[in-house]
């Protein structure tokens, strides 16, 4: 069965860095893109990238260019979501989703969602 | 790229059919047939219910149907259940690899 299980919650104060992760499990980790989702509180989601795991190909939106980093680790079947130095702006559930083997694919399924708080 | 546009909230009654609007652009919606549909209950991860216009996922009722006219596509839940209370997100392919998401709209149950 698919599954994507994220990391847990995190509470980090302006200014800090930090790394949440998506471990896939239930098919080939290397061959379907994996996206990234933002919804601050209250709001609707926001697309901010995915990752082919294969080769680390990366597509940001650019609204997130510059602001986060995804990355990869095929041989934990995971992937990464990291922030430099995080604004209480930032503070969100943040969603890992299995798209296709096409960026064109739908996302699906999805993790249970990591929330990140942040304070200034 | 702009978010969808969707309507705040719809609502009916059990049984009766509710249909949700999702209106992009020609350079998302309209220019490609990549409109997928996601329900979310609250404090749950979003669940693909539709993708490709009007394609069900397996496990999807049959009650859940999509399409698109132009530059909008369309939810539509028949038979209304009590379940279905939830936000629906539309989204769609943008091109160069980017995607979108609608606004969200709140279906009640009555």
């Known amino acids: 069965e698919l599954h994507l299980v994220q990391s847990g919650s995190e509470v980090k104060k302006s200014g800090e860095s930090l790394t949440i992760s998506c471990k896939a499990s239930g098919y080939d980790f290397r061959t379907y893109w994996i996206a990234w989702v933002r919804q601050m509180p209250g709001k609707g989601l926001e697309w901010m990238g995915f990752i082919y795991p294969a080769d680390s190909d990366a597509r940001y939106n650019p609204s997130f260019q510059g602001q986060v980093t995804m990355s990869v680790d095929k041989s934990l079947s995971t992937a990464y979501l990291q922030w430099n130095s995080l604004k209480a702006s930032d503070t969100a559930m943040y969603y890992c989703?299995?798209?296709?083997?096409?960026?064109?694919?739908?996302?699906?399924?999805w993790g249970q969602g990591t929330l990140v708080t942040v304070s200034s | 790229q702009s978010a969808l546009t969707q309507p705040p909230s719809a609502s009916g009654s059990p049984g009766q059919s509710v249909a949700i609007s999702c209106t992009g652009t020609s350079s998302d919606v309209g220019g490609y047939n990549y409109v997928s549909w996601y329900q979310q209950h609250p404090g749950k991860a979003p669940k693909l219910m539709i993708y490709e216009v009007n394609r069900r996922p397996s496990g999807v009722p049959y009650r859940f149907s999509g399409s698109k006219s132009g530059n909008t596509a369309s939810l539509t839940v028949s038979g209304l259940q009590a379940e279905d209370e939830a936000t629906y997100f539309c989204s769609s392919y943008g091109g160069n690899n980017n995607y979108v998401f609608g606004t969200g709209t709140q279906v009640i149950v009555l």
């Open positions: 989703a299995r798209g296709g083997w096409s960026t064109t694919a739908p996302f699906d399924p």
